[in-house]
């Protein structure tokens, strides 16, 4: 079975500085998807960012981006400008690309706070 | 606004009720999910649904019932449960021919069991 670490269970940041959540995992499959959920004080589960294992290409979206290392099983979360906006829960999560629906695996999140 | 809503957004109910949980999704997914998030917990997987199907039970105790009666709706019928059971109820939904073949989540149920 699948399983996803995260190793810091809270991180501070400072407004505008860049902070790296760390995620690893564990899986047999060479085929799957990695994702950084965030999960503000709201509870709506929002995605951040998304990886194919296949893309030797690290994902970005504005702000955000991963360091993808696929032989270490690590899967990184950059996040460059910190905001207040920032602040909130952020899970890892792991999903193979063997069967259609299968479930997210995730990590136990780590709690990020922004300090102005 | 992800797509997928859930009612009610809060629920207090005793041990002895019954109550239900509904998630929609409009936005012509195929797969569609519980999971249950208590408190210094990973998420845990309840149920999934494919096509209206059940494909996966994931050991969860016969007091959560679930109910797909389409692939756009999905229920969680609940009945003498425990105050462990107390905990954030996710619903997500996937389009696994999607070529963005990513899990779209609801808001959420905040469920308190006294």
């Known amino acids: 079975a699948q399983t996803v670490t995260q190793s810091q269970p809270e991180m501070s940041v400072q407004e505008a500085e860049t902070v790296t959540l760390s995620c690893t995992y564990d899986t047999s499959e060479s085929d799957y998807y990695l994702f950084w959920y965030k999960q503000p004080p709201s509870r709506q589960m929002i995605l951040v960012i998304r990886?194919?294992?296949?893309?030797?290409q690290n994902a970005t979206e504005n702000r955000f981006s991963v360091n993808f290392q696929k032989a270490a099983k690590s899967f990184s979360l950059k996040i460059s400008d910190s905001q207040l906006g920032d602040a909130a829960m952020y899970f890892c999560?792991?999903?193979?690309?063997?069967?259609?629906?299968?479930?997210?695996?995730f990590g136990k999140g780590t709690r990020l706070s922004v300090i102005a | 606004e992800t797509g997928v809503t859930q009612t009610p957004r809060h629920l207090v109910m005793g041990m002895t009720n019954k109550k239900s949980l509904k998630c929609e999704q409009h936005l012509g997914h195929n797969a569609m999910y519980w999971y249950k998030q208590s408190a210094k917990k990973p998420l845990e997987l309840m149920f999934v649904y494919n096509f209206k199907e059940q494909t996966e039970n994931n050991s969860v105790p016969s007091r959560f019932s679930p109910e797909c009666p389409n692939s756009s709706h999905l229920f969680l019928h609940l009945h003498t449960l425990q105050p462990e059971d107390s905990a954030l109820y996710l619903c997500?939904?996937?389009?696994?021919?999607?070529?963005?073949?990513?899990?779209?989540f609801g808001p959420g149920t905040r469920l308190t069991v006294l």
């Open positions: 999560a792991y999903r193979s690309a063997y069967e259609g629906n299968t479930p997210l695996v």
């Open positions: 990886q194919e294992a296949y893309k030797q």
């Open positions: 997500a939904s996937l389009a696994f021919r999607d070529s963005q073949d990513t899990q779209y």
